[in-house]
């Protein structure tokens, strides 16, 4: 037996006690959360072949990782919500009775840890300390999640120090799922090869996480989505507080006022983006707090307060330019993990739309040589002298299309580090929150900003979102509308039903409804006939948040129509229109417009993803459950009249 670490904690002494009897690894790791530790881990990641040093001249403390070609993102399908109930689950989650997924799940862990060793890491959801914040301990034999760990969460001894007290954590267990024989050499990136294999579980009644089988992202970095989004969204139902998909930033006016925003985009729409975008429009100052997750708790005062969740960002690398997105891509210049990017001869990294010329050759996210496109230097393909157009032509790319930085929070050189930590004038309350926006990846049909008329009606806009599937989902319906509720589809930890009337009940329940943040809903992704975004996005998108800005102030009027209150043209600042991709007027009024003929038909299936949820038990189940119509009757009301409304519009 190998010898197992003392814990003060009882709980967490019995826990990896029965961890280790399970899974038989051959030592036993406390992982305290030093550089010095962090460095050892990437050195021997370095030996075994896993991490590439990068040049550290150019890019002090960063590697590179290349995964298995099964394992580049998020797994949807193997992804399960195990409540008591099948219709708690809810029917966008696939479910499993929790005692039936343990004892399957438990045949996997037997012995999973063979041959290496077992970590554990201590972490906080959140600045220690902070009231809103949460605590776990994830056990892995990875020590690349440990050291992405160490990156997007707060781990080691300060909060093993907070579990001593006794307090309570979410068990997170996590397995690459590739024991090793003895002498057996280690793989660059071990996994379980087969989908089949991969569960990535959450048991919200017990709040626990097991996930086995995939090292990436977050299928394996268990604070992230596991807990932060689908274990905490069940704890804020139960306590009266909001688990996000949200970015938090801070928008401050020329006038030196302060606006706090939060912004639910799915998985790969512009996050990451927004959070740290450079304004065009002159005076305006955007700082970040947060590019993924947001905790949002009612003060007693009746506004939401936000906090970040996570500690760095790990931001989807295609796109990321200096053009784009320069305080992301000054955010990974050291201490970064890169995953599925390409690397160059001089050991720095690249990607497609990163703004900077190829190098002649670069190794590709699957570790072959990849070439120069002759005619675009801002494109790689596999074989020498190929155009722009048959590398396009053959769908490759030399980075993944959902290769990833991780780079700690504090490298974002727009970082509001008081709101980072929490803080909110001196107080440890998180920043209340001004406006929520909602979007998605929307070809037609969606304006470019739509105000709610009131917070029902903001609930309803985000129950009714949709968007592109993008890259960060293993699928094979990548670029294809989907439903995505409040940005929440693959993260709700239980009935998406109950979580709307739970966006319901934060108004019902609140000590001044009038205090809650102003709901808009937002789309950056029009395009015309020829297949061109008519919206330029990035810093333009300061236009936007002004407008949203101006509203809360009551500075200017809207035109209230059927699907919301659109923005008077001359009302978005054309300040600064210059540059590359500006605002074409023309473009502006036609995504300000109400496309009444594309809404009919977007209604249309808002409604059939109601009837589904009132329908189905759970995504994969073959009960029909007409018995548990769920869908609040205030949404079905505002769909009903926004449809009549719509149909009084020729
Ligand atoms: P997750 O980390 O997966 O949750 O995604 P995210 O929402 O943070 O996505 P991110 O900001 O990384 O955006 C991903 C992609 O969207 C990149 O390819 C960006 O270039 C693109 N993008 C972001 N903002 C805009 C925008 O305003 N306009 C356009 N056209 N593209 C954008
Ligand atoms: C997302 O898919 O929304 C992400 C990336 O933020 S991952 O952590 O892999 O889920
Ligand atoms: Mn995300």
Not at 93 to 110: D, T, V
Not at 338 to 367: C, S
Not at 635 to 647: N, P, T, V, W
Request: with cysteine; aromatic share 10%; net charge positive.
């Amino acid at each position: 037996m190998v010898k197992i670490p003392q814990f003060k904690n009882v709980k967490v002494q019995e826990w990896v006690d029965k961890w280790v009897k399970i899974c038989n690894p051959d030592a036993v790791v406390v992982i305290k959360g030093t550089k010095q530790e962090h460095n050892l881990l990437c050195g021997q990641m370095v030996k075994t072949g896993q991490f590439i040093k990068l040049n550290q001249k150019l890019r002090p403390g960063c590697y590179l990782a290349r995964s298995h070609a099964s394992d580049v993102a998020r797994v949807e399908n193997r992804t399960f919500i195990c409540s008591e109930k099948e219709i708690d689950a809810g029917p966008t989650n696939y479910w499993r009775e929790p005692s039936a997924m343990k004892k399957e799940l438990l045949k996997k862990f037997k012995g999973c840890m063979k041959g290496r060793t077992m970590y554990v890491i201590p972490f906080a959801m959140g600045p220690i300390g902070n009231h809103i914040t949460q605590y776990g301990i994830e056990i892995t034999d990875s020590a690349y999640v440990v050291v992405n760990m160490n990156i997007m969460t707060r781990t080691g001894t300060a909060v093993m120090k907070h579990l001593d007290t006794g307090i309570d954590f979410v068990p997170c267990i996590h397995s690459v799922g590739a024991p090793l024989k003895k002498g057996q050499k280690d793989v660059a990136w071990p996994c379980a090869k087969s989908i089949n294999d991969k569960y990535i579980v959450q048991f919200p009644e017990d709040r626990e996480i097991w996930s086995f089988g995939s090292g990436y992202g977050g299928n394996a970095l268990l604070g992230k989505k596991c807990f932060a989004l689908r274990i905490a969204s069940k704890l804020g139902r139960d306590n009266g507080w909001m688990a996000e998909h949200m970015l938090v930033l801070t928008f401050t006016s020329p006038a030196k006022k302060q606006y706090h925003i939060t912004a639910a985009f799915p998985s790969a729409c512009g996050k990451t983006n927004l959070a740290m975008m450079l304004p065009k429009l002159p005076g305006w100052k955007l700082q970040t707090i947060g590019d993924d997750i947001a905790w949002l708790k009612p003060g007693e005062d009746g506004r939401l307060y936000a906090i970040n969740p996570e500690n760095g960002f790990f931001g989807v690398a295609p796109g990321t330019s200096m053009g784009t997105n320069p305080n992301a891509l000054l955010a990974c210049r050291k201490n970064t993990i890169f995953t599925n990017v390409v690397l160059t001869p001089d050991g720095d990294v690249w990607w497609e739309g990163m703004g900077k010329d190829a190098p002649e050759t670069g190794i590709d996210w699957q570790g072959n040589v990849c070439y120069c496109c002759v005619d675009n230097k801002h494109y790689m393909g596999p074989k020498p002298g190929m155009t722009k157009a048959e590398i396009k032509k053959s769908g490759y790319v030399a980075a993944h299309k959902n290769s990833r930085f991780t780079a700690p929070a504090v490298n974002c050189p727009v970082l509001d580090k008081d709101g980072f930590e929490g803080l909110y004038k001196g107080k440890p309350t998180g920043v209340p929150v001004d406006a929520i926006i909602f979007g998605g990846r929307r070809p037609s049909t969606i304006p470019l900003v739509n105000e709610a008329k009131s917070w029902t009606h903001g609930v309803f806009m985000g129950s009714a979102a949709g968007s592109e599937i993008t890259a960060a989902v293993i699928s094979d319906k990548i670029g294809q509308v989907r439903r995505d509720p409040m940005a929440m589809l693959p993260f709700f930890g239980y009935n998406v039903a109950d979580y709307f009337q739970h966006w319901l009940e934060m108004e019902r329940t609140s000590v001044n409804p009038k205090k809650l943040p102003k709901i808009y809903f937002v789309n950056w992704f029009r395009k015309n006939e020829k297949d061109e975004f008519m919206w330029p996005g990035f810093g333009d998108n300061s236009r936007v948040l002004k407008w949203i800005c101006d509203r809360i102030d009551g500075k200017v009027k809207a035109n209230a129509t059927a699907i919301g209150n659109l923005p008077k043209i001359a009302d978005i600042s054309l300040e600064n229109n210059t540059g590359k991709g500006i605002v074409n007027p023309k473009f502006l009024k036609e995504i300000l417009k109400v496309d009444v003929k594309g809404w009919k038909k977007e209604i249309d299936t808002v409604e059939a993803s109601y009837d589904e949820y009132d329908m189905k038990a759970s995504k994969d189940s073959k009960i029909v459950n007409a018995d548990a119509k769920r869908v609040p009757a205030a949404l079905r009301k505002l769909l009903a009249e926004l449809k009549a409304d719509l149909g009084k519009v020729k």
